[in-house]
């Protein structure tokens, strides 16, 4: 089954600074990738997603990119500010017929005033 | 629409005991999906239903069971409690398999 491992697991940074969290998954055939935020507290939510036939998509000051050679994603925030910090999960699925979506183990932000 | 909703929102047992989590996804959609969440463990995959089918099950024991019914509610039954199992289960329901997932606020289960 897929496999999502996701760097940093802890990742300080001062406001106004940019922050990258990377995730790499296992099966080829993963075509839909989606990030959760979660708030100390709260349910996760989606902040973005791509799907395996675009390699970069933007939504204001949140992007992500795909290599789908590399098996790799990554999440990019710049401008960050204090109410970015929450912990961050990649995900990764195949879709169709069989819900295998996978999470990463999830990166927890701070953004430092 | 209303979201993503999920009963009890705390529970505490003793070990040895069952308890049975419910799970209410947003009208329409017929995809449920359970996650156990543990401080340092991430999202957990437990199993996902579809059509009143498990399409899909993670690597947990069987005393972690589920069902889902006709108007695509889910409930997910955990038998013979360990202390081990303390934690935050969490559904999700899409629309249609592999899309995006809204998740409900949780059930944080206590096992004493």
């Known amino acids: 089954g897929e496999n999502v491992e996701q760097h940093p697991s802890t990742l300080s940074v001062q406001e106004g600074d940019s922050a990258v969290i990377k995730c790499t998954y296992s099966d080829s055939a993963s075509n839909y990738f989606p990030w959760y935020k979660q708030e100390l507290g709260k349910r996760p939510q989606l902040i973005i997603d791509?799907?395996?036939?675009?390699g970069e998509k933007k939504d204001q000051r949140i992007a992500v990119t795909l290599n789908k050679t590399a098996k790799h994603f990554s999440l990019h925030i710049t401008e960050t500010q204090p109410e970015d910090s929450a912990v961050y999960f990649c995900a990764a699925s195949t879709g169709g017929n069989n819900n295998d979506m996978r999470f990463g183990a999830g990166t927890r932000l701070t953004v430092k005033p | 629409k209303a979201g993503v909703t999920q009963t009890p929102r705390y529970l505490i047992k003793t070990r040895g005991q069952q308890v049975t989590l419910s799970c209410s996804p947003i009208?329409?959609?017929?995809?449920v999906s359970w996650y156990q969440q543990t401080p340092g463990q991430g999202l957990q995959f437990l199993f996902e239903y579809f059509s009143e089918t498990q399409r899909n099950k993670g690597n947990f024991p069987g005393r972690f069971s589920g069902r889902q019914f006709s108007n695509s509610r889910s409930e997910m039954n955990v038998s013979t409690l360990e202390l081990g199992d303390s934690a935050l289960y969490l559904c999700?329901?899409?629309?249609?398999?592999?899309?995006?997932?809204?998740f409900g606020p949780g059930t944080r289960l206590t096992v004493l």
């Open positions: 999700a329901s899409s629309f249609f398999q592999g899309n995006e997932q809204f």
């Open positions: 791509i799907r395996s036939n675009v």
């Open positions: 009208s329409g959609h017929r995809s």
